[in-house]
């Protein structure tokens, strides 16, 4: 008898062109899970629009994002890849947790308190209650485990909060998520700021590296990324914080530990390296900068994938819902 995979559930906001920390640092991670558990991906959409967005560019970027995901290597034949919006689920089910949720935790949440300081005196209600949504978001598929990194660990302690709440006022109704710590968690950080952490929202373009950045544009942008005044190729975080992050780097598009990298790099200097790095990481995205054109061209296929995932999703969100809806004594035919 064939043992039942535990579910895994994680999802991406469409920023269009991930950059090589949404890469390195969770998506590859998700190709390398997608034998082993019944994984739930999604691109979610609602979550984009907690911040001002431009109606058609968010479109594109929501249909980019989920087809550089197939290019990344997602097999749809393995994995549940989905837009959060295609599931209406997601958002009936929020509202409902909003009711099982207090005002005090989600204020105690540290990105709504840095995010907020963006939005100036008009505060959105979506910034404020979307760890609620993301909590619905995993707890719809009766999510086993949800990858988390550091600035998600407080939101998914909010989502088995919330599980636990519920489940104790009407009876086990959820599973209750535990976060999954892979082997090697990258932290890949900004180029022009190695003690902050990589993003395509930076103001500076030399800061981050996109899937898309063609390979002179890679190499140039590694040949400026900040180091240190030593020039001693060597792993060490809290001295050497700029050279650690491109040795982070080259590790995870070569495969390589720190050893073997400081060894092929003795006695060269930092000027070798960072273009080392950035002839590694061009190498290591060529594949999926080709697939990914490959897949915009057929948008017949894309269409198809969409579809058959969106049935699937639905199904199993709904079971969850109607479940929901049953306990808290809202009335259905």
Request: net charge neutral; glycine share 6%; charged share 25%.
């Amino acid at each position: 008898m064939e043992e039942t995979k535990k579910v895994l559930y994680s999802g991406i906001q469409p920023s269009g062109s991930f950059t090589i920390g949404n890469y390195f640092g969770a998506i590859k991670n998700w190709v390398d899970l997608q034998d082993a558990y019944d994984c739930y991906f999604c691109v979610v959409d609602l979550h984009a629009l907690t911040v001002p967005q431009v109606a058609k560019d968010l479109r594109k970027n929501s249909f980019e994002s989920f087809i550089t995901l197939l290019a990344a290597g997602l097999d749809p034949e393995k994995v549940t890849l989905y837009f959060q919006s295609h599931v209406s689920a997601h958002a009936e089910l929020a509202w409902l947790l909003n009711c099982y949720s207090y005002m005090g935790e989600l204020s105690r949440m540290t990105q709504f308190k840095d995010k907020s300081q963006r939005q100036g005196e008009n505060i959105r209600v979506g910034l404020y209650s979307y760890p609620v949504l993301m909590a619905a978001d995993i707890l719809l598929y009766q999510s086993d485990l949800v990858p988390v990194g550091e600035d998600q660990k407080q939101h998914l302690e909010l989502t088995r909060d919330i599980a636990n709440r519920f489940n104790n006022l009407y009876s086990p109704t959820f599973k209750v998520p535990e976060p999954y710590i892979g082997e090697k968690g990258a932290r890949i950080m900004s180029l022009q700021e190695p003690n902050k952490k990589m993003s395509k929202s930076d103001e500076n373009v030399n800061s981050f590296v996109t899937l898309q950045d063609d390979r002179d544009t890679i190499i140039r942008k590694f040949k400026r990324a900040i180091t240190d005044s030593d020039s001693l190729v060597r792993f060490d975080r809290q001295e050497k914080p700029g050279i650690s992050n491109l040795m982070e780097i080259y590790s995870c598009a070569t495969g390589m530990d720190f050893d073997a990298i400081e060894r092929d790099f003795e006695g060269k200097g930092y000027g070798d390296f960072k273009i080392g790095v950035g002839e590694a990481v061009a190498d290591a995205l060529m594949p999926i900068q080709n697939e990914f054109q490959r897949l915009k061209a057929d948008k017949g296929y894309i269409k198809e994938i969409v579809e058959k995932s969106t049935q699937k999703t639905i199904r199993a969100a709904n079971k969850t819902l109607s479940k929901v809806k049953r306990k808290v004594g809202l009335f259905e035919i």
